[in-house]
């Protein structure tokens, strides 16, 4: 619903995942009625919220159908986001980091569209992280729980049986160890069906794991650079700030948002948990909205806890 006195300040949290999400630590006998109650109860500032479970739409599709039951008012605005993993890895060797990429579609986009125009279209184009390039061979198709949860089996089944225990269950790993190139993203994104209706954004931790060499500078810097965005999760809007003037100082995207990245509920001991979020946003709760902030950043987004004067 529009303010009749215009655009008004509001939280925008654009990474929230829920019970459908492959990783979630959402819990008790009916943890999705436990979820909506968790939105329902958010401060009232809170407006818009992104609904991001990895590859799957499952979770936007539920909660879209609450609110067109009548459940979550508060909240003007759902958006389905998408997150990848990319093919270009930060770390060491013995542990690699890879980079998050998101992709935030328009509502206007049916659940249906997103699947069959993007997540299908991506099919083809998936290679397996380096440590198990090896199995390329025994994963094709399209990234579905069943398919994940076969190539995440064999990339356990194809380590040492005493270092099994180290790893997650066999869907969390798959999902993993699918990388996408950054051209095969935005080559599909630029497709008849979404062109316009997409904003992206790249996930700030991980891309600062990769090192500023002369073997990675380049690719560090289109990352970033390529991105509407980039998203963060920190402990205190001070700490956004001071990662916000990093990226400044580095003369890099520094559009920085502040997201819950919620794996967990309000109550939860955790920075990733539902109401943590220091972005506010002055802009109309549409997709369109948040276009004009990303076009109009400086005067449209503020990271803090108390509303902007």
């Known amino acids: 619903m529009s303010d009749s006195r215009g655009s008004a300040w509001a939280k925008w949290d654009l990474h ?16 999705w009625e436990a979820f909506f109650y968790g939105l329902e109860t958010l401060p009232k500032e809170f407006k818009v919220i992104g609904i991001n479970d990895y590859l799957f739409l499952d979770g936007y599709k539920k909660v879209l159908e609450a609110k067109k039951n009548g459940r979550l008012a508060n909240i003007e605005l759902f958006l389905p986001v998408i ?42 184009k998936y290679t397996l992280s380096p440590t198990y390039s090896t199995l390329t061979s025994k994963w094709a198709g399209i990234p579905n729980r069943q398919a994940l949860a076969a190539l995440g089996q064999a990339i356990i089944e194809s380590v040492p049986e005493k270092e099994r225990s ?72 001070d700490a956004c700030r001071k990662s916000k003037e990093a990226l400044t100082n580095a003369k890099v995207n520094d559009r920085l948002l502040d997201c819950s990245d919620s794996h967990s509920f309000s109550n939860a001991a955790t920075t990733n948990r539902l109401g943590k979020c220091f972005t506010w946003i002055k802009a109309e709760p ?7 902030a990303l076009f109009e950043y400086t005067g449209r987004v503020r990271i803090s806890i108390t509303p902007p004067d």
């Open 286 to 292: 549409t997709f369109e909205g948040l276009r004009q």
């Open 16 to 31: 929230v995942h829920t019970p459908a999400s492959l990783v979630h630590e959402y819990s008790g006998a009916d943890p």
């Open 83 to 124: 997150e990848l993993r990319l093919d270009k890895f930060g770390g060491s060797n013995n542990h690699l980091s890879r980079v998050n990429y998101h992709v935030l579609f328009s509502n206007e986009l049916s659940p249906e569209t997103i699947e069959h125009q993007f997540l299908n279209a991506l099919s083809s």
């Open 166 to 237: 180290k790893y997650g269950s066999p869907l969390r790993v798959g999902f993993d160890n699918l990388c996408l190139s950054l051209d095969s993203i935005q080559s599909i994104l630029s497709s008849h069906y979404l062109k316009g209706q997409t904003i992206t954004a790249v996930g700030k931790t991980e891309w600062a794991d990769i090192k500023w060499n002369a073997q990675s500078t380049a690719d560090k810097k289109t990352i970033i650079n390529g991105a509407d965005f980039v998203f963060i999760s920190a402990e205190s809007a």
